[in-house]
């Protein structure tokens, strides 16, 4: 049910640019007004997020640790696995998140009759990093699209993406297929991985099929069906210049593209997409493993009304006399003494 519902909900966001542009020729509606708002949401509800995970406490030092933590000279610590300084923490974060570091090492369990057998898991590393990266680049090359001139930056990886230069017309990117590649993966192995299936909710299948849509309306409109460039620039740098007008038949393939990344941008921030961003906040991850050398204060710590010996022996006095029990009175008043000089 959840992949259903998830499909469903897909299919019904297909079709609503395609009949408000196709058969109600709504193009100013799903060409300005969507994507504004849409842009809108992405960067309040990101912001908000960042705000929360700012302020939210962090009680206790609980960095995710599987090394040697430093301790004295001489035993060499792991600066990637229990990171002690900020520079090792940076570095950490580094491989984490440019090449995914925790996931190349992660490990798949298997029941074999009653052993527990553990093996590699290296097909999901590499699934995730032909995704992000492809996203990642093809975010790169979009910017041709927002910008004039053209970044000589973004035309070098735009030469290097692309390989069938002589053969191809267009040329075709390495990037169109690894990205659809790794969502093709990503997806299967929700879909036929018994373990995997068992603990996936539709807020994990819609966002695949929301990049896969989009990725292949992109696809679709670079080699197949014909659509203006020079008219969907018009309206990118309209739309970044704050002064946005809606070219002629551009090609409801466009729109339809143009209003599923809307889509992922309003939804990005209330999604696990947002993984991206919160990994840089993650305690997990942005602590360093010092408890030894640096004491961590509580910031939930506040201050507690308690009671002294010397208060509770002065209001328990006659019981204690009664008991037999020694009263210390020097020791209360050096403790007073004291209290008072410092």
């Not at 097909?123 to 000589?152: D, E, K, M, Q, Y």
């Not at 961590?296 to 506040?302: E, F, G, L, Q």
Request: net charge positive; charged share 15%; proline share 6%.
């Amino acid at each position: 049910m959840n992949v259903v519902g998830s499909f469903l909900i897909f299919v019904i966001l297909l079709l609503i640019p395609w009949i408000g542009v196709g058969a109600l020729h709504l193009n100013a509606l799903f060409g300005i007004v969507i994507p504004y708002c849409a842009f809108l949401i992405f960067m309040v509800g990101l912001i908000w997020r960042m705000i929360n995970w700012a302020r939210s406490p962090q009680p206790f030092k609980i960095p995710t640790t599987c090394g040697q933590q430093k301790s004295l000279s001489w035993i060499k610590y792991s600066r990637l696995e229990s990171p002690f300084t900020t520079f090792d923490v940076i570095l950490r974060m580094f491989f984490e998140v440019v090449f995914f570091r925790s996931l190349f090492r992660n490990l798949k369990a298997e029941l074999q009759g009653k052993r527990l057998i553990y093996g590699s898991s290296k097909w999901l590393w590499l699934g995730a990093i032909l995704f992000h990266w492809s996203f990642f680049i093809i975010l790169i090359r979009h910017l041709r699209f927002f910008t004039n001139p053209v970044p000589s930056i973004v035309s070098g990886l735009d030469f290097i993406d692309s390989f069938v230069h002589s053969f191809g017309v267009p040329p075709v990117f390495i990037t169109d297929i690894l990205i659809l590649a790794g969502l093709t993966f990503l997806l299967l192995r929700r879909l036929i991985d018994p373990k995997v299936s068992y603990i996936s909710h539709g807020s994990d299948y819609f966002p695949l099929f929301l990049l896969l849509g989009i990725v292949s309306t992109g696809v679709l409109m670079r080699y197949a069906l014909k659509v203006d460039i020079y008219g969907i620039k018009h309206l990118t740098l309209g739309l970044i210049s704050l002064h946005p007008t809606i070219p002629q038949d551009v090609g409801t393939i466009f729109y339809i593209h143009l209003f599923l990344v809307s889509c992922l941008a309003a939804y990005f921030p209330f999604s696990k997409l947002v993984h991206m961003v919160g990994v840089f906040f993650s305690p997990t991850r942005n602590m360093a493993n010092n408890n030894r050398a640096v004491r961590h204060v509580n910031p939930w710590d506040y201050p507690v009304k308690y009671t002294t010996y010397c208060e509770w022996q002065e209001r328990f006095r006659d019981l204690l006399e009664q008991a037999g029990l020694p009263i210390d009175e020097e020791w209360c008043k050096d403790q007073q003494t004291q209290k008072t000089q410092g």
